[in-house]
């Protein structure tokens, strides 16, 4: 799987033109899914799904904050309920999301996205996709990493802890000084977490995306970021 993992999504062009890249194709000639799973565990969830899927939010080409992944232009998007998927026969779902270019995959809670994934099947399929793109926004973003630190933690799952999915060698603190989001997520408070997280990490603001492909991590970036090693 190519991942395009941002921290506020599609929000500028160069984050823009890496998504065109990574499909290989123009976004009107490409399909999506949309995952809005992470969003039900944080106040207003789904009614802030709602106006994300039907693009109500912040509708400029590239707006400062909440660009909706929906509003791109695909040539046919669906929505794939995680919380779903595991009450349902396989063969409902399963062949969708083996089918389409591209996972879009919200912000909101991290460790609650990150239990959906793996009870619904999700998350054991994704390396089995090695030519779709997934593209994160936020926690949609920071699932990927082997854990997110204490400073994250929010909904917590059975099993306790902050581990989650490990598809990615490295952490990522995002909405980096993005004080009418996140007042906290300075960059004092970024490099206080960066240093007791086990795995390199990335500090990044809401014009910066990482790009990784086999392996290979490339930053894209209109704005700022910080890399901290451990």
Not at 26 to 38: F, K, Q, V
Not at 148 to 170: A, H, M, N, Q, S
Request: a negative charge; aromatic letters at 8%.
């Amino acid at each position: 799987m190519k991942f395009l993992l941002t921290s506020g999504g599609i929000t500028n062009t160069s984050i823009h033109d890496a998504l065109v890249d990574l499909l290989g194709k123009p976004i009107a000639e490409s399909s999506a899914l949309y995952i809005p799973t992470a969003l039900y565990a944080n106040p207003n969830g789904p009614s802030m799904a709602a106006r994300l899927i039907r693009g109500e939010t912040n509708t400029a080409p590239f707006p400062d904050e909440f660009t909706s992944l929906c509003e791109l232009g695909w040539k046919s998007l669906g929505v794939l309920e995680l919380t779903a998927l595991s009450s349902i026969d396989e063969e409902r779902w399963l062949p969708l999301v083996q089918e389409t270019d591209t996972l879009l995959v919200e912000g909101g809670d991290p460790l609650y996205l990150c239990y959906w994934m793996r009870q619904s099947g999700l998350a054991n399929l994704l390396p089995k996709l090695p030519e779709a793109v997934y593209v994160g926004v936020s926690a949609g973003s920071m699932v990927m990493a082997p854990s997110i630190g204490e400073y994250f933690v929010g909904w917590k799952p059975p099993t306790d802890g902050d581990r989650t999915l490990g598809l990615v060698d490295f952490a990522m603190f995002p909405h980096l000084d993005n004080p009418s989001l996140l007042p906290g997520n300075s960059l004092a408070n970024a490099e206080k977490w960066a240093a007791g997280m086990p795995v390199p990490s990335y500090l990044m603001d809401d014009q910066t995306a990482i790009q990784v492909v086999d392996g290979v991590v490339n930053v894209i970036s209109e704005g700022h970021w910080k890399q901290s090693t451990p």
